[in-house]
């Protein structure tokens, strides 16, 4: 049976957001935020899921955080 909804709650609308992070090392020091993620996250409850920005897409995300 496949899982249909966030894992957490059951509801059934995500929403997406980005976010930029640094690294180690000298990126870290030099605040150099070149680490891009995609953050799908339930509308209810919040239970977030973070992706690789450059490996993802965010129409499959999206299916992702609900199973599909």
Same mark, same amino acid.
């Given at each position: 049976? &496949?899982?249909? %909804? /966030? =894992?957490k709650c059951g509801h059934t609308e995500?929403?997406? &957001?980005? =976010?930029? !992070? !640094? %690294?180690?090392?000298?990126? &870290?020091?030099?605040? =150099?935020?070149?680490?891009?993620?995609?953050?799908? *996250? /339930?509308?209810? /409850?919040? *239970? #977030?899921?973070? *992706?690789? &920005?450059? !490996? #993802?897409?965010? #129409?499959?995300?999206?299916?992702?955080?609900?199973? %599909?």
């Amino acid at each position: 049976m &496949k899982h249909k %909804g /966030c =894992i957490k709650c059951g509801h059934t609308e995500a929403k997406t &957001k980005e =976010i930029a !992070t !640094t %690294g180690t090392g000298l990126s &870290k020091l030099m605040d =150099i935020q070149h680490n891009r993620f995609l953050v799908v *996250y /339930c509308t209810n /409850c919040g *239970y #977030s899921e973070l *992706y690789n &920005k450059q !490996t #993802s897409k965010a #129409s499959n995300v999206v299916d992702f955080f609900f199973g %599909g």
